[in-house]
């Protein structure tokens, strides 16, 4: 079947040329971007994914379009949903982009957008069945500033992570900051559990400031789970009974080792259950 994507509100095929050589994200990486779950024909978290993406674009001095508002991109994403054949659950991947002109310097702020949509096989979150092996990847840094909490086109510190863990046949890496304190995955937030209790990285260590990380945080609180938003150094991991990672399109993988370390799921396994709840309803 011909996929299609959403480029300012014209369908294409997504196999088509969309870009020429002055794309502002394709040269400076000058662009945001939201990976959103689409669960029984339903964008979700859109609020949340959209609220994340207008403070990015603040932070990035982009003009913000009066029309990008809740209702405009949840009836585009479901109209490209449809016209894609995904009729129950798919990852949607939502592109803000700097208009052409300029170098470093832009000669415009208005932006341009793209959405992407792909089918996925599960319906809701499902755990893994098979736990994550994950380590630290340290060669190169996560730095702290306005920018590391937002979903930035700069994305080279991730590539470089994902290719350390293609070549040591990881599941997972785990990324610090220029302190060594652990900030996150390479597409996820990290919680550890330790005696009922989550830790988590505060956004200030230089995380990305998940959708999925708020919405686990908000359920762990509403089930009477104690939740710290606490500087995590790689003795946390080792001492930690579980650990987990969260992001929007899975919802919750658990990690079964660390160097030598081993984990159990038991906290993952609830909250799971009460994501796919909070969904349902």
């Not at 982009?62 to 054949?85: R, T």
């Not at 129950?88 to 932006?111: E, H, M």
């Not at 996560?142 to 909490?149: P, R, T, V, W």
């Not at 658990?254 to 349902?280: C, G, H, M, P």
Request: net charge neutral.
């Amino acid at each position: 079947m011909q996929q299609f994507i959403d480029h300012n509100g014209t369908h294409l095929p997504a196999d088509q040329p969309l870009f020429t050589a002055n794309n502002r994200a394709f040269c400076y990486g000058d662009a945001l971007f939201e990976t959103i779950r689409i669960t029984n024909y339903s964008p979700q978290f859109l609020k949340d994914h959209l609220e994340r993406l207008s403070i990015g674009m603040e932070v990035l001095k982009m003009q913000i379009n009066p029309l990008f508002n809740e209702a405009f991109f949840e009836h585009a994403i479901l109209a490209l949903a449809k016209k894609n054949g995904v009729t129950s659950d798919g990852r949607i991947k939502l592109t803000i982009y700097r208009n052409p002109g300029g170098f470093y310097a832009p000669d415009v702020n208005t932006v341009s957008y793209l959405i992407e949509i792909n089918s996925l096989e599960t319906v809701g979150y499902e755990l893994n069945a098979k736990g994550y092996s994950v380590d630290l990847y340290t060669e190169l840094k996560k730095s702290q500033s306005a920018l590391s909490s937002i979903k930035s086109a700069n994305c080279a510190v991730y590539v470089m992570a994902g290719v350390f863990k293609k070549q040591n046949s990881l599941d997972e890496c785990i990324l610090v900051n220029d302190k060594g304190i652990i900030t996150e995955a390479i597409s996820s937030n990290i919680f550890a559990v330790k005696n009922g209790v989550l830790y988590t990285s505060p956004i200030a260590d230089g995380c990305v400031d998940g959708v999925m990380r708020k919405k686990i945080i908000e359920l762990a609180k509403a089930n009477r789970i104690a939740v710290y938003e606490l500087s995590i150094m790689q003795n946390v991991l080792l001492g930690a009974d579980e650990l987990f990672l969260t992001n929007a399109i899975n919802g919750i993988r658990w990690v079964v080792a660390y160097k030598q370390k081993k984990y159990f799921n038991d906290t993952s396994k609830k909250l799971l259950e009460k994501l796919n709840e909070l969904i349902r309803n």
